[in-house]
């Protein structure tokens, strides 16, 4: 059963930093695309990361361009996101998702985690 469990999320100021997970279980994260998406109050949803199956080709957002950086942790499963220099305007709820193809789309997403809440003070 595919799973996939977002952590990390919290309250933080302006300018400093988090790191998110996302740990799967149920397929192998360096044979699927995982991506990281986003939305805020209001909002609709945006892609933020994602990192491609095989290649490890990545997409990110400009928003968040030389601020965040996605990894992958095939012994543990799990991908990351770093998140540096954070703006009150990345709060938002954070989602991780996958896909067995390489499209880093939202519609392609076939599993979804429930979210972790990143909240940045000014």
Same mark, same amino acid.
């Given at each position: 059963?595919?799973?996939?469990? *977002?952590?990390?999320?919290?309250?933080? /100021?302006?300018?400093?930093?988090?790191?998110?997970?996302?740990?799967?279980?149920?397929?192998?994260?360096?044979?699927?695309?995982?991506? $990281?998406?986003?939305?805020?109050?209001?909002?609709? /949803? *945006?892609?933020?990361? !994602?990192? /491609?199956?095989?290649?490890?080709?990545?997409?990110?957002? #400009?928003?968040?361009?030389? /601020?965040?950086?996605?990894?992958?942790?095939?012994?543990?499963? +799990?991908?990351?996101? *770093?998140?540096?220099?954070?703006?009150? *305007? #990345?709060?938002?709820?954070?989602? !991780?998702? +996958?896909?067995?193809?390489?499209?880093?789309?939202?519609?392609?997403?076939?599993? $979804?985690?429930?979210? +972790?809440?990143?909240?940045?003070?000014?």
């Amino acid at each position: 059963q595919v799973q996939l469990v *977002e952590s990390g999320g919290g309250l933080v /100021r302006a300018v400093g930093s988090l790191r998110l997970s996302c740990a799967a279980s149920g397929f192998a994260v360096g044979a699927a695309t995982i991506g $990281w998406f986003r939305q805020a109050p209001g909002k609709e /949803r *945006e892609g933020v990361y !994602c990192i /491609r199956r095989s290649d490890g080709s990545t997409y990110y957002a #400009d928003s968040v361009k030389g /601020r965040f950086t996605i990894s992958r942790d095939n012994a543990k499963n +799990t991908v990351y996101l *770093e998140m540096n220099s954070l703006k009150p *305007e #990345d709060t938002a709820v954070y989602y !991780c998702a +996958t896909n067995l193809r390489r499209s880093c789309s939202s519609n392609a997403m076939d599993y $979804w985690g429930k979210g +972790t809440l990143v909240t940045v003070s000014s």
